[in-house]
């Protein structure tokens, strides 16, 4: 078989386990789901569906039950939708990327708030000398800098139109 017809069929399962999961179930455990993706196995006769579970481990551990439980309607399901000579038997599995990365981004907004101080420190003498010299009526920007500034839109512009600077756009 080949990589894009598994591909293919990986994402089938991952879209048709996520819509029955969503929509299909009514099982009172199967709740804050999120369904990553799916590996399906050269002979396609089984398949892994990664999920994210949000929730105490107590949770998560109810969650895996309902949805171990309710694997035979979810085959079915997908038996509709695939139509190959075998359905894959699903075995799910917790992904904990998603909590890694949670707790990684809690532990850097501890650590940012001690940077941040030390930054606004530096950052308000450089802001002070910018106001005083717009209360002053001059220009925060040289007229050099203005200049050079103008001439990198118009470049950026004429690169989004896929032309050179000095060419003309075509006429529409």
Same mark, same amino acid.
Not at 81 to 91: A, G, N, S
Not at 107 to 127: I, K, W
Not at 134 to 157: F, K, N, T, Y
């Given at each position: 078989?080949?990589t894009r017809r598994l591909a293919k069929a990986a994402e089938a399962?991952?879209?048709?386990?996520?819509?029955? #999961?969503?929509?299909?179930?009514?099982?009172? %455990? /199967?709740?804050?789901?999120?369904?990553?993706? !799916? &590996?399906?196995?050269? @002979?396609?006769?089984?398949?892994?569906?990664?999920?994210?579970i949000m929730g105490t481990p107590k949770e998560q551990s109810l969650?895996?039950?309902?949805?171990?439980?309710?694997?035979?309607?979810?085959?079915?399901?997908?038996?509709?939708?695939?139509?190959?000579?075998?359905?894959?038997?699903?075995?799910?599995?917790?992904?904990?990327? #998603?909590?890694?990365?949670?707790?990684?981004? %809690? /532990?850097?907004?501890?650590?940012?708030?001690? !940077? &941040?101080?030390?930054? @606004?420190?530096?950052?308000?003498?450089?802001?002070?000398?910018?106001?005083?010299?717009?209360?002053?009526?001059?220009?925060?920007?040289?007229?050099?800098?203005?200049?050079?500034?103008?001439?990198?839109?118009?470049?950026?512009?004429?690169?989004?139109?896929?032309?050179?600077?000095?060419?003309?756009?075509?006429?529409?």
């Amino acid at each position: 078989m080949t990589t894009r017809r598994l591909a293919k069929a990986a994402e089938a399962i991952r879209e048709t386990v996520s819509t029955t #999961v969503l929509f299909g179930l009514r099982d009172p %455990r /199967v709740k804050n789901v999120t369904i990553l993706r !799916a &590996e399906a196995a050269p @002979d396609m006769r089984t398949a892994k569906v990664y999920l994210s579970i949000m929730g105490t481990p107590k949770e998560q551990s109810l969650c895996m039950h309902g949805l171990e439980s309710a694997r035979g309607y979810i085959q079915a399901k997908l038996a509709d939708r695939l139509q190959t000579k075998y359905t894959p038997v699903l075995t799910f599995v917790l992904d904990p990327g #998603v909590k890694r990365s949670i707790e990684a981004s %809690r /532990v850097l907004r501890e650590v940012m708030p001690a !940077a &941040e101080d030390e930054d @606004d420190e530096e950052d308000f003498g450089e802001e002070d000398a910018e106001d005083e010299a717009a209360e002053d009526g001059e220009s925060a920007v040289s007229p050099g800098d203005a200049r050079e500034l103008s001439g990198d839109l118009e470049q950026s512009e004429a690169d989004a139109e896929g032309l050179d600077a000095d060419d003309e756009p075509p006429d529409r």
